[in-house]
T-cell receptor
Framework: AQSVTQLGSHVSVSEGALVLLRCNYS??????LFWYVQYPNQGLQLLLK??????LVKGINGFEAEFKKSETSFHLTKPSAHMSDAAEYFC??????????FGAGTILRVKS | DTGVSQNPRHKITKRGQNVTFRCDPI?????LYWYRQTLGQGPEFLTY????????KSRLLSDRFSAERPKGSFSTLEIQRTEQGDSAMYLC???????????FGEGSRLTVL
């Protein structure tokens, strides 16, 4: 069975600071990995995905994530936080052609 | 590409009543998923369809829940005899089988009084 652990239910950073949101996964087969963002009262929007190509994946809004098989991690980073980045972020793991399993989410707060 | 559409966006009902949610996926997507999300939690998988066939159901989907996708296009999720524990956001998503990524609608929020 697949699972996702997101370390830290809440992360607070200052505007302009580095954003680091942590995700560890468990999968018995080579995984597909995703990061989604959710703004209040909205659905989930895809930020980026890893599907066994390059291990460093670039997404929208300046976010990127690095797949590290040895650490079973897929942490999300952004060099400089913006106020508009405040939202909830979800990491998800899936197999080819199958459903996604989501983590519990990390709420990002950006301080001015 | 009009995106995934869900209706109604909000539903308030009394315990014991039946409710139905509708999802219209992106037109060329053959897969359709239902998830449930409660406060402070990530989306939890309920069920999914490939075209009109329901391929998997979660153990979360009790006998009071039924989902259909009769013509392989839109889908409905019905909850019978609602309970307060059913209060949640119900999310629909669609995808092409090959891509893996899910495109989500804005969700249908259910409040059971």
């Amino acid at each position: 069975a697949q699972s996702v652990t997101q370390l830290g239910s809440h992360v607070s950073v200052s505007e302009g600071a580095l954003v680091l949101l942590r995700c560890n996964y468990s999968s018995s087969v080579p995984p597909y990995l995703f990061w989604y963002v959710q703004y209040p009262n909205q659905g989930l929007q895809l930020l980026l995905k890893y599907t066994s190509a390059a291990t460093l994946v670039k997404g929208i809004n300046g976010f990127e994530a690095e797949f590290k098989k040895s650490e079973t991690s897929f942490h999300l980073t952004k060099p400089s936080a913006h106020m508009s980045d405040a939202a909830e972020y979800f990491c998800a793991v899936g197999e080819y052609g199958n459903k996604l399993v989501f983590g519990a989410g990390t709420i990002l707060r950006v301080k001015s | 590409d009009t995106g995934v559409s869900q209706n109604p966006r909000h539903k308030i009902t009394k315990r014991g009543q039946n409710v139905t949610f509708r999802c219209d996926p992106i037109s060329e997507h053959n897969r359709l998923y239902w998830y449930r999300q409660t406060l402070g939690q990530g989306p939890e998988f309920l069920t999914y369809f490939q075209n009109e066939a329901q391929l998997e159901k979660s153990r979360l989907l009790s006998d009071r829940f039924s989902a259909e996708r009769p013509k392989g296009s839109f889908s409905t999720l019905e909850i019978q005899r609602t309970e307060q524990g059913d209060s949640a956001m119900y999310l629909c998503a669609s995808s092409r089988r090959e891509s893996g990524e899910l495109f989500f609608g804005e969700g249908s929020r259910l409040t059971v009084l």
